[in-house]
């Protein structure tokens, strides 16, 4: 009996092994553990043992059933596992074929300039301004130190509509109407567009944006403007920035100043976008003009402060390296697409 | 401005290298925009002595010149020129030397005749006659400098000077002179200034200066100050060569010794001069008065201008003679027979030449001086300095007397002193003592606590201008970086920034470029929207002076700035193109010049885009905005659409917001677009006002909703959205949406002229799930209503 027992076990292992898939497997569960299997019938016939040998052959009969139902499930797992592993590989894409998406637009690059310059200044506690682009002479340049025969009033070409409304040539008007509606403290930028009468090529556009900012309060300083600037430039252009003031004259501020930024390709060393100089001139700065102040009625023994404008375009150009003005303008969706 | 550095040398004894010269002066205050050496260009270029001239034997134009070049053996030089005679000096450019403009010049064989380099005419020289005018212009430069074969000509013809390029500021007309920039520099370097005072000797001939003539101003106020000086005898010739040579380098075209140095003068001092034929001045009178109305002058460069009353001019007893700071005139001009002239230094009103020279359209050199306003105290050392070089010139004999009219001086400028204020406007620390430094440099006298500016600086006004004296000295580079102090503002956008923000996100999301445009367009482009002739949109604001048709007036609506983005993109063969602007128009308003600047937002695309997208577009703005309640109906009218795909958004209270669809076909073809194309046209400025952002929880249903799928079939002119309203009119509390989901056509199964509309609605109740007995009795209450209303009944 034992040696039909382990028989039994040799032979359903042995059909364990050849077996193929599951349904293999199920035959071999039947045929072998079945109640017409010939395990069952070798222990059906348990009876026909002497009490001493019964323990011993149940032992060996429950174990022979035992190593067949193990190998049996290690089998039907590895099957299992198989079968997936086959069902996957048939299921496998290609993933190199173009997605779904729909593809996303962008903002102009001068929006987007324009919008950082926003989101830097924003946290600094400024707000946005905004003041009409059909302007009147008094904004435009009488209320900023200008007054008529003014020879400033040469310096920029500027469109009239008629003799007292023009189109604003700078966005330093806003300054004007914001002194006017608001005390101080006062803290604001204000983007936009103006125009100026030069034809189109690749450096001069009539119209284009220029960003303003504004800041008067008690005991606002010169070297706060320079603080704000380099702060701004490193926000704007990156950590390792650096700013350089040189003097210059804008009638509303004194004193005034250019300011250039370290280049922001070569680091101040020197290349072709900073043409060797390794600065980069992005804007006009200064302190508001007492006269200036004194227009807007705010009093300038009791406050003071600073204003700087910066061209936009200029900072998209050499930010982006476009040589050419015009691209920005005819909004070929190629060139959009890459900002 | 240009500055000769040679001449730089007569006040300010340093040499520079021009390079750290320009970046100091730069970081003073005056901005140099660049500096160039002529003499750079060329190279290898000496005076020559023609030792033997002789004939080509192969040509009949070439001959062959044996040159001292100042070595042991002369060299042999083929010329072209017929003018070379032994014992002449001439520049020799020899075997590897260059020319202006990059010219290099070698060695070789001319008609198998070897020429070690070439002789140079003027201009192969960069010259022109006005420079040597003892020269010809067609054939080679016979140099008649004190000069020896060998020489070097840039030093020889005084080309060897370094000119620097400044950008002055138009508060600065004291640097639009050498004699400004001397004192610029030397306040830049701290060095010594040394301005000579010009001396005049006057010739003894027993008559002044009023024998000759006599000055009348007439408007003190237009002409502060007028000072004349005569000079008889006088000899036109051409002046000597460092004249000629500092005239070139400041970009003055030499012409003869009188003009020369009026122009030298000019440069030298900054105080414009002119120069009368004294025969010419009827009465022996200089009057300075306002012109006739309509009063004629023939000026200089031979226009005859008309004036105007508020005009200055400078007449003799009978006539105009020259419009006051602007330009002479040709009946008074010197000429080669001049014997005697009057020289005027004057000081004009600036705005008053600036009126007149815009007015007459003639912009001059001294007009552009006075305009920026000129120092009165100039008048006197500029006519004293033109007369010591007559005199130094031999170009005539100065009478004894000066004519001054001067009867007020300026009121000199008084501005406190206190060290401490300018370093807390500026957030500076620069002591005191180095502050008084600084003034001494620029010459501004410091006295019991004021400042005193020189008459120079008329800008110098408060303190604030002396701040910027004291830290452009001090070095604007040692300003300290500080973050202001000041109470906390809380920086954020407006509702209107943040709703053009929220609609550039959508957009974008969506696939929208955002696109820039110019404001201003052509009258032309309202034609090619179509848009009516009677239009209110039409009125524009107008420029008066604009660059051309194309920018004239400004827009009133961005419909053609769109289209003409789409039709560019079209031509560089973009299969798809969807973009948009948050674009201004300018919408004039009766009786004011100035217009109501709207916001709009205009959409645009041609390609993987119908019209249901475009109104995706329209719902998904107006959703994200929280505007609720609006409504789409056909719009027939709207003239740049095809009138069959056009529609209008009504928000809830009736206002037009947006009008969209597709571009009429006219339209497409008049921006050469062979694809349909759609815009929206969206009017943000009134959506700004209706937009709601307060939002409120309303609880999640309970119980299930059933579904029921209804057909109908209708007259083909039946629109989903009225049948849709139908079935929300009737539907009751219990419909909570109803979409269509299945539109057909089919003339057998639904008969000529009809369609079939699948409706699938969705019943939901709060308080219970729905029997069907529930469902059955409001579907049927909808039927019952649309076919009352409609006519239509469930397709069979």
Redesign the interface.
Do not use: Q, W
């Given at each position: 009996m034992k040696a039909q027992l382990e028989a039994i076990k040799a032979e359903a292992l042995e059909a364990i092994a050849k077996a193929e898939g599951a349904q293999d497997l199920e035959n071999v569960r039947v045929s072998y553990l079945g109640k017409k299997s010939p395990l069952t019938a070798v222990l059906k016939n348990m009876g026909s043992l002497t009490p001493e040998e019964r323990p011993v052959m149940g032992a060996l009969g429950n174990s022979v059933r035992e190593a067949i139902t193990n190998a049996l499930e290690e089998a039907k797992a590895n099957i299992g596992k198989l079968e997936m592993a086959k069902k996957l590989e048939k299921e496998t894409i290609d993933v190199t074929l173009p997605s779904k998406k729909?593809?996303?637009?962008?903002?102009?690059p001068?929006?987007a300039a324009q919008?950082e310059m926003?989101e830097i200044?924003?946290?600094?506690?400024?707000?946005?301004a905004e003041g009409?682009?059909?302007?009147?002479d008094y904004y435009n340049f009488t209320a900023l130190n200008t007054p008529?025969?003014?020879?400033?009033r040469d310096?920029q070409d500027t469109?009239?509509?008629?003799e007292?409304?023009l189109?604003r040539s700078q966005t330093s008007t806003v300054q004007v109407h914001v002194m006017e509606q608001q005390k101080p403290?006062i803290?604001v930028i204000s983007p936009g567009?103006v125009?100026r009468?030069d034809?189109v090529d690749a450096t001069h556009s009539?119209?284009f944006h220029q960003c303003e900012g504004l800041?008067i309060?008690k005991?606002?300083?010169?070297?706060?403007l320079?603080?704000?600037l380099?702060?701004f430039a490193k926000q704007m252009f990156g950590e390792n920035t650096e700013i350089?003031?040189?003097?210059?004259?804008f009638?509303f501020t004194?004193?005034?100043?250019?300011v250039d930024v370290s280049c922001f390709v070569c680091g101040g060393k020197g290349c072709g976008v900073c043409k060797g100089e390794g600065w980069i001139e992005i804007l006009g700065a200064g302190?508001v003009?007492?006269n200036v102040l004194r227009m807007s009625g705010i009093d300038p023994e009791e406050y003071?402060g600073f204003a700087f404008g910066m061209g936009i375009e200029r900072i998209v150009m050499t930010k982006f390296g476009i040589s050419d003005l015009r691209l920005?303008?005819?909004?070929?969706?190629?060139f959009?697409?890459q900002f | 401005m240009k500055l000769s550095m040679n001449w730089l040398k007569d006040y300010v004894k340093e040499d520079f290298d021009p390079k750290a010269y320009s970046d100091k002066l730069t970081m003073t205050g005056s901005k140099v925009e660049g500096f160039e050496n002529p003499a750079d260009e060329i190279k290898n270029v000496v005076v020559g002595k023609l030792i033997t001239v002789e004939k080509h034997p192969d040509s009949d134009h070439l001959l062959i010149c044996m040159v001292d070049i100042g070595k042991e053996e002369p060299v042999q030089i083929v010329t072209g020129a017929q003018n070379v005679v032994p014992g002449a000096l001439v520049p020799a450019a020899l075997h590897d030397s260059y020319l202006p403009g990059g010219v290099h010049i070698k060695a070789g064989k001319l008609r198998g005749v070897p020429s070690n380099g070439m002789l140079c005419s003027l201009g192969e020289l960069g010259l022109t006659l006005n420079d040597f005018p003892y020269a010809i212009e067609d054939g080679i430069f016979l140099i008649e400098e004190d000069c020896k074969p060998g020489d070097d000509v840039t030093k020889v013809l005084g080309l060897d000077d370094v000119t620097v390029e400044f950008e002055i500021t138009s508060n600065r007309p004291d640097c639009l002179s050498m004699i400004g920039l001397a004192r610029e520099t030397a306040a830049s370097f701290d060095t010594a200034l040394n301005i000579p005072t010009p001396v005049v000797k006057e010739t003894d001939n027993g008559k002044t200066i009023n024998d000759y003539v006599s000055v009348e101003v007439r408007d003190s106020k237009l002409c502060p100050r007028y000072t004349a000086r005569v000079v008889e005898n006088v000899k036109i010739e051409p002046s000597p060569k460092w004249l000629r040579a500092r005239l070139r380098a400041c970009g003055i075209r030499p012409i003869n010794n009188i003009v020369d140095i009026t122009n030298y003068v000019c440069l030298e001092y900054g105080q414009p001069m002119h120069a009368f034929d004294a025969s010419y001045l009827k009465g022996s009178k200089i009057i300075v008065r306002h012109a006739e109305k309509d009063e004629i002058i023939t000026t200089l460069d031979g226009v005859e201008r008309k004036l105007s009353d508020e005009m200055l001019v400078i007449a003799d007893a009978e006539k105009a003679v020259a419009v006051a700071g602007v330009m002479g005139g040709e009946n008074s001009e010197i000429n080669d027979d001049t014997k005697t002239i009057v020289f005027e230094s004057a000081n004009f009103n600036g705005p008053s030449v600036r009126l007149t020279a815009k007015a007459i359209g003639l912009r001059t050199e001294a007009s552009g001086r006075y305009e920026k306003g000129l120092d009165p105290e100039n008048t006197l050392p500029a006519i004293e300095r033109a007369c010591e070089l007559i005199e130094l010139l031999g170009a005539g004999e100065v009478v004894k007397g000066i004519i001054d009219v001067y009867p007020e001086k300026p009121e000199q400028k008084v501005i406190p002193f206190n060290a401490d204020k300018i370093n807390a406007f500026l957030g500076t620390d620069v002591p005191e003592e180095e502050m008084k430094q600084i003034f001494k440099r620029l010459e501004i006298d410091l006295r019991d606590g004021n400042l005193y500016p020189p008459s120079y600086r008329a800008d110098l006004e408060s303190m604030q201008d002396i701040a910027e004296e004291v830290i452009r000295i001090h070095g604007y580079d040692l300003i300290p970086t500080t973050n202001f102090k000041a109470e906390a503002l809380v920086g954020r956008r407006n509702a209107k920034q943040k709703t053009v923000n929220l609609i550039d996100e959508l957009l974008t999301n969506d696939g929208y470029y955002e696109v820039q445009t110019f404001s201003f367009i052509s009258p032309k482009y309202y034609d090619n929207i179509l848009m009516p002739t009677d239009s209110p949109l039409r009125k524009s604001i107008v420029i008066s002076n604009p660059l051309g048709e194309d920018t004239s007036i400004m827009r009133t609506t961005a419909v053609p700035s769109v289209l003409e983005v789409l039709a560019t993109n079209r031509r560089y063969r973009n299969k798809n193109a969807r973009i948009y602007e948050n674009a201004k128009v300018y919408i004039t308003k009766d009786g004011e010049d100035q217009p109501e600047e709207r916001m709009s937002t205009v959409i645009a695309a041609y390609g993987d885009v119908d019209f249901y997208d475009m109104k995706g577009v329209c719902e998904n703005i107006l959703d994200m905005l929280g505007i609720s309640g609006y409504e789409f109906e056909a719009n027939k009218e709207a003239p740049a659409f095809h009138p069959g795909r056009c529609a209008s958004v009504y928000s809830r209270d009736g206002q037009r917001i947006m009008v969209f669809g597709q571009i009429h076909p006219t339209v497409q073809e008049n921006y050469g677009l062979d694809v349909e194309s759609y815009v929206i046209v969206c009017d943000t400025e009134l959506i700004m006002t209706l937009e709601n952002f307060d939002k409120h929880y309303k609880a999640l249903p309970k119980f299930p909703a059933s579904e029921r799928d209804l057909a109908f079939v209708c007259d083909k002119a039946l629109t989903s959205g009225e049948i849709k309203k139908a079935i929300k009119k009737y539907g009751g509390k219990m419909l909570e949406s109803v979409e269509v989901f299945d539109i057909f056509e089919d003339e057998e199964k639904v008969g000529v002229g009809k369609k079939s509309m699948a409706y699938n609605l969705v019943l939901r109740s709060p308080e219970k799930t729905l029997s069907v007995e529930d469902c059955d009795k409001a579907v049927a209450k909808i039927l019952k209503g649309l076919e009352f209303d409609l006519g239509i009944t469930l397709r069979g």
């Open positions: 729909c593809k996303c637009g962008k903002i102009h001068i929006s919008k926003e200044f924003l946290g600094m506690g400024f707000s946005i009409p682009e059909v302007e009147t008529e025969f003014h020879p400033a310096v469109f009239y509509i008629t007292k409304v189109l403290p803290r567009r125009y009468s034809a009539p119209m800041v309060d005991g606002i300083t010169m070297a706060d320079k603080g704000t380099l702060l350089r003031f040189r003097p210059h004259h009638p004194e004193p005034s100043c250019e302190m003009h007492p003071s920005l303008y005819e909004n070929d969706i190629r959009l697409s | -």
